[in-house]
């Protein structure tokens, strides 16, 4: 059994010890589940002791907090710059989101998989036992909505909030859809509606392809 000594010295001195945690739980927790996965297979993963897994986070929940907020600034920043892409009309823009919902091939951990939206995942397990991580989801869930129902009263549409929620809607229904199905289907599927969807929203504008 190798020692906190052997460990470090494997991995010069434990540098990038905080790292490896992190890549291991985005792995991990995407791909089994949270509860489903312990201390014991996230220090095996990581390749760290169990003590340095302590000192970088003092509980489980402090490291599902973290993973989560990783990823939410992730897909922020993605979110933000597909609906605000220069040389699109806001048309365009709303349909550039779900292109990139439709050509997503892979998780947080890189690998190609259909276990849907980490965020969505992360509060079915919580189940209420985590309060942080249902504020982080649900403000940025809402926060979804209030991009695209800005970039919707940019293309003009009559009740851009009603619009912005809608499209939200598709986006969410997709992702959770293609998890039941284990199938990329619905991520298409949810493009050709948001097409119909903003054409009628828009009923001046023609349909962006």
Known sequence: METESTVAVRHGGGRGARERIL???????????????????????????TRTF????????????EYLRNYEAGMARRIEQNLSREGLSPQEQL???????AE??????????????PLHNATVEAAGHMPDVQELVHRHKNGITRQ??????????????QLGRQLNVLLE????????????????????????LIEHALPETRPAH
């Open 23 to 49: 890549q291991a739980a985005a792995k991990l927790f995407y791909e089994e589940g949270i509860h489903a996965t312990g201390i014991a297979r996230l220090v095996e993963t990581a390749e760290v002791s």
């Open 104 to 117: 997503a091939t892979s998780g947080p951990s890189g690998r190609l998989t259909n276990r849907g939206c």
């Open 54 to 65: 302590y000192q970088h986070f003092p509980t489980k929940n402090a490291l599902v907090e």
């Open 148 to 161: 695209l129902t800005g970039v919707a009263a940019r293309a003009g549409a009559a009740n851009p909030e």
């Open 173 to 196: 229904g997709a992702t959770a859809l293609q998890t039941s199905l284990d199938s990329p289907c619905p991520r298409h599927d949810a493009l050709e509606a948001a097409r119909v």
């Open 95 to 101: 349909l550039a989101l779900f292109t990139m919902l």
